[in-house]
């Protein structure tokens, strides 16, 4: 029986056999109607050979089974093919938003500690200045190492103190009125010319406080911080 363009092999071969049979029949009905000798038992074997040989020949609805059937195993590794492709765009998908998650995640991590590091040296600078602003030394005629460096103690943040002593220790000994013969540079950080202490005070020549007072100020405005001026400092022999 035929379906659409499907025929099946047994359909084909119960076609052959049919038409085989029919025209034994026949033939047979003439045979006796003429007065043939035939066995109807040759006659039936005739049929059967006829209708298997028919049934081996690949004919044009045989090749459509045949093509059908490919059909459907394309068809089928087909689907299985785009399962496998879902499968693994699913699982890309899933391990790229896993590391993209890990990165945002890291990333404002990393936002929330220079924040924080923004903010404390924020604090430490408004506690420096601060300091500065509000330090007040009874005026001396003449002070000693020991009384300038306790000055500068309350004036230079603990953890940058050693930094800016070095510097002092190599540009004056800590001598506010230091003078350099051959160029002029003044005071405590051989200021050059002297007059740049004016920025910190009028009384830069006698109060060793506010010569530190335009040092510090110098050093964070132009490296960052003292040890950072006395690092150029050591690597330059100038700062």
């Not at 038992?41 to 059908?68: F, K, R, S, Y």
Request: hydrophobic content about 45%; overall charge neutral; aromatic content about 8%.
């Amino acid at each position: 029986m035929l379906e659409g363009n499907r025929v099946s092999r047994i359909s084909v071969r119960g076609f052959a056999v049919a038409s085989a049979t029919a025209v034994t029949a026949v033939g047979s009905v003439v045979g006796v109607a003429s007065g043939s000798t035939a066995q109807p038992n040759d006659a039936a074997e005739a049929t059967a050979a006829d209708a298997t040989l028919l049934a081996d020949i690949p004919a044009g609805q045989q090749a459509q089974v045949q093509t059908a059937s490919l059909a459907q195993q394309a068809d089928a590794q087909a689907i299985a093919a785009d399962t496998s492709a879902k499968k693994d765009a699913e699982e890309a998908a899933r391990k790229a938003a896993a590391q993209s998650a890990i990165a945002k995640k890291a990333a404002a991590e990393k936002a929330e500690q220079e924040a924080k590091d923004r903010a404390k040296a924020k604090a430490e600078a408004a506690s420096r200045s601060a300091s500065r602003d509000s330090s007040s030394f009874p005026v001396q005629g003449s002070y000693s190492v020991a009384q300038i460096q306790a000055m500068a103690r309350q004036m230079v943040a603990g953890d940058q103190f050693q930094c800016f002593s070095n510097i002092v220790d190599h540009e004056s000994s800590w001598n506010y009125q230091a003078v350099n013969a051959g160029s002029g540079a003044f005071g405590l950080f051989q200021a050059l010319p002297a007059g740049k202490y004016a920025s910190a005070g009028a009384d830069w020549r006698t109060n060793p406080a506010t010569q530190i007072k335009w040092g510090l100020n110098y050093m964070d405005s132009r490296y960052g911080s003292p040890c950072q001026a006395w690092s150029f400092w050591a690597a330059n022999h100038w700062y």
